[in-house]
T-cell receptor, first 113, second 113 residues
């Protein structure tokens, strides 16, 4: 499969727990984006990586959210002390660079009970 | 100024008809305008995109019309088919910056057989 993959596809957790969501971008894509999509809404930008560095994290809602991309490929979105309001679909997208088309993964549906 | 406004929220079209979805933006730095199609439980899939150096782009049954002076763009789906029933999102980005996509609120399209 040459597309963006995300794991897990579904994650159910309890309020206050820590979760990690993984994104495998398309091989060779240097730009990687995380978005969050609430029910009935368009995706909202969270963070952008160019290579290994977070070039823009202005969309992260608060300091409970953190993301890494240590080797410039796979990225992990980490959420500490989850809250019910964090429940959403978390989408990852990758592109050759910031000027090119973004291709989305299937998303991880996070449910915080 | 970062908003992209999309209308209508929902649309019902007869098979063979034309579906038209409109978007408006404020940020004149936006220079890339894609449309995404999303089926339930799936990630957004890139449908067609345009840059402001052209006023129209056509790919198969899908056409984007772009009006730079009015800061508006629209998606036309010709000969609409039941398989086109999905949610459509317009988006915009400033590719000279981070390329992060700002999405509209989405339009749910139902094509009746």
């Amino acid at each position: 499969g040459a597309g963006v993959s995300q794991t897990p596809s579904n994650k159910v957790t309890e309020k206050g727990k820590y979760v990690e969501l993984r994104c495998d971008p398309i091989s060779g894509h240097t730009a990687l984006y995380w978005y969050r999509q609430s029910l009935g809404q368009g995706p909202e930008f969270l963070i952008y990586f160019q290579g290994t560095g977070a070039a823009d994290d202005s969309g992260l809602p608060n300091d409970r959210f953190f993301a890494v991309r240590p080797e410039g490929s796979v990225s992990t979105l980490k959420i500490q002390r989850t809250e019910r309001g964090d429940s959403a679909v978390y989408l990852c997208a990758s592109s050759l660079d910031r000027r090119r088309e973004q291709f989305f993964g299937p998303g991880t549906r996070l449910t915080v009970l | 100024q970062q908003q992209v406004k999309q209308s209508p929220q929902s649309l019902i079209v007869q098979k063979g008809g034309i579906s038209i979805i409109n978007c408006a933006y404020e940020n004149t730095a936006f220079d890339y305008f894609p449309w995404y199609q999303q089926f339930p439980g799936k990630g957004p899939a890139l449908l067609i995109a345009i840059r402001p150096d052209v006023s129209e782009k056509k790919e198969g049954r899908f056409t984007i019309s772009f009006n730079k002076s009015a800061k508006q763009f629209s998606l036309h789906i010709m000969d609409s088919q039941p398989g086109d029933s999905a949610t459509y999102f317009c988006a915009a980005s400033d590719s000279s910056n981070t390329g992060k996509l700002i999405f509209g609120q989405g339009t749910t399209l139902q094509v009746k057989p």
